[in-house]
């Protein structure tokens, strides 16, 4: 039975695109056949962050409305065999997503597909509703900052109530917190949340925290997931996630700042 | 920057994520139960009841209050009825 996963915030901007592609990538790596599907309608930027986006024809919308087959709009990513993006419409509005529509392209999907990776818009209107309501499973990603945490409990609440799990008295959606763009020289100084402060507040299982890093806008710029810059710190804890999420137990890693230069260092350089 | 600075400096910064922590905690704590809600069968309960006290006595709907109260782990259905001024 495929599984579908939504990465969800309620804030915008914290990192939920990101970890969509890195998850997924990461996910098809580990050699199960992954679709991710943009549900930012108006607003697609997953083909960009993919680095899909001058192959898209059809998009979601497109094969809900039956203008298009599901497979003339899946498009196959340039590094992993394994992998389909779905992208969103560029042109229509959240509305276009109807619950009767979303549900039957991931039924057709699940036939083929082991894991179904659901980029969630911000907010909690329509199109976030959408993207959550059939998952089995949630990543909520959230960053070391207080709007984004109370924001992180909000969906939980919705994740609860206005799921189709919720709705049919099954399971719950299974939750899991990951925490991006986590600075650990600041949270060291006590200037930002740290991981035990989010993880007391949310109370749900963490599965990963990522740190903060240039590389995610590196990688942005080339339409190449950091997961696959395998040498960086984000594309390891990234890794760690898909890991986790499989079942691993691993310990939590880049928790700690690097070490300052010592005196000497810092006066001579190195 | 002294040593006492840097030391003072380094706890007062520690307080801001400190704030932070504990200013979710409260707000969170305070969301959470408005979450839950007032139970929608409240409107309906105070429908009947008045139909009923009516019945005896010459009550308004808004002289009958009923709210739910949450304490912790305890629930107090607080049902007040206020009744017409028999000398009036
Ligand atoms: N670990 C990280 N380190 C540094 N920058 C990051 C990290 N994760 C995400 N970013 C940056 O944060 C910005 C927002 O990321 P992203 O688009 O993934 O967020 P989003 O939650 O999908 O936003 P939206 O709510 O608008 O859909 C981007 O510029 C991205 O490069
Ligand atoms: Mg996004």
Redo the contacts with the bound molecule.
Sequence with gaps: MAKIIVVT?GK????????SANFATGLALQGHRTVVIDF?VG?R?LDL?MGCERRVVYDFINVINKEAKLNQALIKDKHCDNLFVLPASQTRDKEALTREGVGEVLAELAEEFEYIVC?S??GIESGALMALYYADEALV?TNPEVSSVRDSDRILGILASKSRRAERNEEPIKEHLLI??YAPARVDKGEMLSVENICDILCIPLIGV?????A??LA?NEGVPVIHKADTD?AQAYQDVVSRFMGDELPMRFLDAPPKPGLLKRLFGG | MSLIDRWLGRSMEKQSAAVAHERLQIILTHERNGRTGTPDYLPALQKELLAVISKYVAVSAENIKVQLERQDQLEVLEVNIVLPDSRG
């Design positions: 915030s915008g901007g914290v990192g939920k695109t990101t970890t930012d607003l930027n962050i980029d818009p911000a990603v991006t763009r990522v740190p903060e890093s240039q995610v806008l942005s984000v």
